[in-house]
């Protein structure tokens, strides 16, 4: 289980990632920060990005604001910031 550094971005237009911020990808979150929902589409949309389950992607730091690191299982940290990286401006 690999971990990932983010700094997430809510109530964006629309969810996406938007490069570096420092060591951490930035993502925006078309979601406001309310009763989890910015986690909740965060993980929705990490799981459609990296082609694996929802119950692969757990929060394990940060639930609560904006630095959070990401476990996903069964996936190697090299590989997790090149697919978010791929597209990002």
Do not use: F, Q
């Amino acid at each position: 289980m690999a971990t990932i550094s983010l700094h997430v971005v809510p109530r964006a237009r629309a969810t996406a990632v938007a490069g570096k911020h420092g060591d951490a990808v930035r993502i925006r979150i078309a979601a406001p920060p309310v009763n989890g929902a910015a986690n909740a589409e965060l993980v929705r949309y990490l799981a459609a990005r990296l082609g694996v389950a929802t119950g692969r992607i757990t929060i394990v730091a940060g639930a609560g604001g904006r630095r959070k690191t990401v476990a996903v299982e069964g996936m190697e940290r090299e590989r997790i910031e090149r697919a978010l990286l791929e597209d990002a401006p």
